[in-house]
């Protein structure tokens, strides 16, 4: 069976939609049609129903799912596995969000040169969605991202609990909503956010890389959320304040990995993550 078909039908599985799926893979509709019509004829069964809301999972489609992803990310390992480097017995491709590499995977990169010189390494930093994706699809054996939310057949791994706090660069420890920097932590915080501060849902600036909102705010002034350990050095010197009152937030840092794919070199590698993760916990404390 031609693996792009399993990986069409994952892709209006997880988008709902055969309009999404295609805009995802970057074909026509016709042609994403023309994949399941083609797979269904080899499976002898319907996989999807479409209604007025998108699509939906028959009972025989559901239980493809789990034999789709095990197609498709047995591919993709054979696939890398083939085109390993001389010298090399294995590889892992491991993707992170933007703001998280510094230092967390920086350190990793160097661990595993040394622990692990067998491995062969790829590193990708690319958004939080594709990350998932690319985990489900097997392109990524690993991804480091801000609280992940949850999908079938991956395993979500706590790696490190951070706290998100508001600071100003106000010396009295004032919050000024017309001078709010809002900082895009991901859904989790948008959602706590909204609850505590409804007035500043709509503020003058809003920035989705961390560093850039941080350099922001120390050249312009006004105040908005940043990870403790990153602002806690501004604070010692006087350049920021807390924010008086203001409520402090989780921002949980974990490894995503696909449940059926295991190894002693995965294991070896998530290790290392869980070892630095610790080290980088105590320092900050």
Request: charged share 20%; net charge neutral.
């Amino acid at each position: 069976m031609d693996i792009d078909l399993a990986r069409t039908f994952l892709a209006i599985a997880d988008c709902g939609s055969f309009a999404a799926a295609a805009e995802r893979l970057h074909l026509t509709q016709t042609a994403v049609s023309a994949r399941v019509r083609s797979l269904e004829q080899h499976l002898g069964r319907p996989l999807f129903v479409r209604n007025k809301a998108g699509v939906r999972l028959t009972p025989a489609g559901e239980r493809f799912v789990r034999h789709a992803t095990g197609l498709v990310q047995g591919w993709e390992r054979a696939r890398q596995q083939v085109a390993l480097p001389p010298g090399r017995a294995h590889g892992i491709g491991v993707g992170a969000e933007p703001s998280i590499w510094q230092p967390l995977l920086s350190d990793w990169l160097v661990w595993m040169h040394h622990v692990c010189p067998e491995v062969a390494l790829r590193a990708d930093v690319e958004p939080r969605e594709r990350l998932l994706e690319r985990v489900e699809d097997g392109t990524l054996d690993l991804a480091v991202l801000y609280n992940p939310p949850p999908r079938p057949g991956l395993v979500c791994e706590l790696l490190l609990e951070e706290k998100l706090v508001m600071v100003t660069t106000a010396p009295d420890g004032g919050l000024d909503p017309r001078r709010y920097l809002y900082v895009d932590w991901g859904p989790s915080f948008a959602a706590s956010h909204q609850a505590a501060f409804a007035e500043l849902s709509n503020a003058p600036v809003s920035v989705s890389l961390g560093p850039l909102a941080l350099g922001y705010l120390l050249g312009v002034g006004g105040a908005g959320y940043f990870r403790a350990a990153i602002v806690a050095p501004h604070i010692a010197r006087g350049a920021l304040f807390p924010v008086r009152g203001a409520p402090q937030f989780s921002h949980a840092a974990c490894v995503v990995y696909a449940a059926a794919h295991g190894g002693e070199v995965l294991a070896r590698a998530r290790e290392g993550l869980r070892m630095l993760a610790g080290q980088a916990a105590v320092q900050k404390e």
